[in-house]
């Protein structure tokens, strides 16, 4: 995300030194303060503030990104297939201490006190829904935000061209003061398509790619549960990953 951010302000900057436009006269501090602050605070209006608090806490999860090993998630499984398979599922509970995932752990541990395979089913969707649930209510805020910003950017220009307005008895001075007003309409735009409508949409792709994993997981391990083979094992899984790709970079 973070060279995607780069290339787009990057393409902006380089119209303004191509049109010899002044960078100065686009880095007003009212008209930004006006666009980012009251954008943030109707983002928090909007919602609840642990909420919106939870969503900036996401920044750096979305800048940063993960990446999923896909095919080292199905190996793994099918080894654990293979061990339960020659050593019994009581094995797996031994297994599941040196396992970092905690979801993969969770569903080894059911399987290994004998949790009935509909009960660790429901058990493993709610977690898989509950963790997307909270991802998505991180997009949502910033896709929010992304409906305000421009909105508020217009109102900050008609707030100035009141004020230009109000000085229609100065005509020297009513070329740099509508320059000015649009400003805000500028930044709320900006703001808009290039930081929040993007965050919002990296975080639901990120938060799908998750999903998608610990799916994988999920029936994975069911599977291991009900003695499935591990060779038709792998097979099922890897026609399950995105597209047939082993790792995906998000």
Do not use: C
């Not at 960078?23 to 602050?37: D, M, T």
């Amino acid at each position: 995300m973070i060279i995607g951010l780069v290339g787009a302000f990057g393409a902006l900057f380089a119209m303004v030194f191509i049109e010899h436009a002044s960078v100065v006269s686009l880095l007003l501090p009212g008209p930004i303060l006006l666009v980012f602050g009251a954008t943030i605070a109707v983002g928090f209006a909007g919602g609840t503030v642990g909420d919106s608090l939870k969503a900036f806490t996401a920044i750096p999860y979305a800048m940063k990104g993960q990446r999923l090993d896909f095919e080292a998630t199905i190996d793994k499984l099918i080894e654990l297939a293979d061990k339960a398979r020659h050593h019994g599922l009581l094995s797996l509970d031994d297994e599941s201490a040196s396992i970092d995932d905690p979801f993969l752990k969770t569903a080894l541990q059911g399987v290994a006190d004998g949790s009935d395979s509909e009960d660790l089913r429901i058990l493993l969707e709610d977690e898989i829904a509950t963790t997307s649930k909270s991802s998505r209510t991180s997009a949502k805020f910033f896709s929010a935000l992304g409906g305000y910003a421009p909105t508020i950017g217009i109102i900050g220009t008609v707030v100035s061209l009141t004020h230009v307005l109000a000085n229609l008895s100065t005509p020297g001075t009513l070329g740099p003061l509508i320059a000015s007003a649009f400003v805000s309409t500028l930044w709320g735009l900006l703001s808009a398509n290039f930081i929040w409508l993007p965050l919002g949409s990296r975080l639901t792709r990120l938060s799908d790619l998750g999903v998608e994993q610990m799916t994988i997981v999920m029936e994975g391990v069911l599977a291991i549960q009900a003695g499935t083979p591990s060779r038709a094992l792998g097979e099922r899984l890897k026609a399950m990953a995105p597209n047939r790709r082993k790792t995906v970079d998000a």
